[in-house]
């Protein structure tokens, strides 16, 4: 078979690393056989598409992106700062096209019924135009974000995000915004809710429904007339426990008719017992159960502060025994009840008499578990 060795070699100095080096390679072997040629050209086109910078996709969108529209953009996000509620804000994006071709837009979605967009439908060639928003706050306050996605046939940026950031303070402004009583039943509480606007046009408001009963007593009166309210509310429950609800009132300012004051309260007593139902065990010890001897544990304890002493522990039976501990002295204490089954009826409940002239004396029910 004939070789090739008396053959020139070519140089490929020229081609970048790794090109050269492969391409060189393959062009120094030989180069009259079908599966060298085949190599050959499918290591160009190898090299051409790959790599961090390929050749083949520039050469043949180069001549593409110089005529294609381009945008031109400087901003796409605007503050507005402070505003407040119920002001229209209007926002301009000037959008510039530095392509080939003149730049359509397609359409200007934005994200909530709030806010209307005008824009243009084509921008020249080196022209601008502007894409405004033009939004309403009424109802709205807080920091907020509205958004607006524009569409339009540049390829590199077929859909840019335009948005429009604003601190809206509220018309009518509530301080605090909610009423919470957490205290003693049969406590005295008592929380007012000042209720002003920021608008120059007067304002009225009046208490049109609450949904909490006897619960509580609602008062609303003036403190600077068609500027200010305070609105007072009063807890009249007695017993103990929790309940929640709303007061709902009416006023004449756009936007907000309708002023929602939520109402929670948590009434626990002055004096408990904890667990408010003690069971009383025989335990695991065989002993124990087979002599029908119950034990259990309780906590008396003051919540309010004030000096607290157990007197007296009852119903006062030879098969009851109970021991106290203070825990924190004039506080809290653990009473221990010792109980041996008898012929006649277990005891039903626990007496717990106390110093206090403002609290009666604790009831606590008694359960027996084998």
């Keep these: 078979m004939p070789t090739c060795t008396g053959r020139k070699p070519v140089i490929v100095e020229r081609l970048p690393s790794p090109f050269g080096s492969v391409v060189g390679s393959i062009i120094g072997s030989n180069m009259n056989s079908h599966r060298t040629i085949r190599r050959f050209w499918l ?9 961090p910078n390929p050749i083949l996709p520039c050469v043949l969108y180069a001549g593409d992106d110089h005529h294609a529209p381009r945008v031109e953009l400087a901003e796409s996000r605007v503050d507005l700062g402070t505003v407040l509620e119920g002001e229209t804000l209007n926002a301009c994006f000037a959008i510039g096209n530095s392509g080939g071709k003149p730049l359509h837009i397609h359409k200007v979605k934005p994200g909530c019924s ?7 439908l084509e921008i020249p060639v080196a022209g601008m135009k502007d894409v405004c928003l033009t939004i309403g706050t009424s109802g709205v ?10 569409n ?3 390829p590199a940026r077929p859909v840019i995000l335009l948005q429009v950031s604003a601190r809206i303070q509220p018309l009518v402004s509530l301080t605090p915004d909610r009423v919470f009583f957490n205290g003693f039943a049969g406590q005295n509480l008592k929380q007012e809710i000042l209720i002003e606007t920021r608008s120059k046009k ?3 408001v009046h208490i049109e429904s609450h949904d909490l009963g006897d619960n509580v007593a609602v008062g609303l009166t003036p403190v600077v007339e068609s500027k200010r309210y305070r609105l007072t509310v009063e807890n009249r429950r ?3 426990g929790s309940y929640r609800g709303r007061i709902h009132l009416r006023s004449d300012h756009l936007g907000r008719e309708h002023i929602v004051v939520p109402v929670f309260a948590h009434l626990i007593a002055p004096v408990e017992a904890y667990p408010s139902q003690l069971t009383l065990k025989t335990g ?8 029908g001897r119950f034990k259990g544990t309780l906590i008396i304890r ?6 607290l002493e157990v007197l007296f522990v009852g119903p006062d039976r030879t098969d009851l025994n109970c021991r106290i501990d203070p825990l924190l002295s004039g506080q809290a204490y653990r009473l221990h009840v010792d109980y041996v089954a008898a012929d006649r009826p277990p005891p039903l409940a626990l007496n717990i008499k106390i110093n206090r002239a403002d609290y009666g004396p604790l009831i606590v029910p008694l359960q027996f578990k084998r």
Excluded at 114 to 120: L, N
Excluded at 286 to 291: D, F, H, I, M
Excluded at 302 to 307: E, L
């Design 202 to 204: 007067p304002f009225s």
């Design 284 to 291: 695991r010890c065989p002993a124990c159960r087979g002599s």
């Design 43 to 51: 290591t160009v086109c190898f090299l051409l598409l790959s790599g």
């Design 238 to 240: 007695k017993s103990l």
């Design 114 to 120: 709030c806010t209307r967009v005008d824009y243009p």
């Design 141 to 150: 306050h807080g920091k907020r974000t509205f958004k607006a996605a524009l």
């Design 302 to 307: 003051a919540n309010d502060g004030k000096s």
């Design 152 to 154: 339009c046939d540049d």
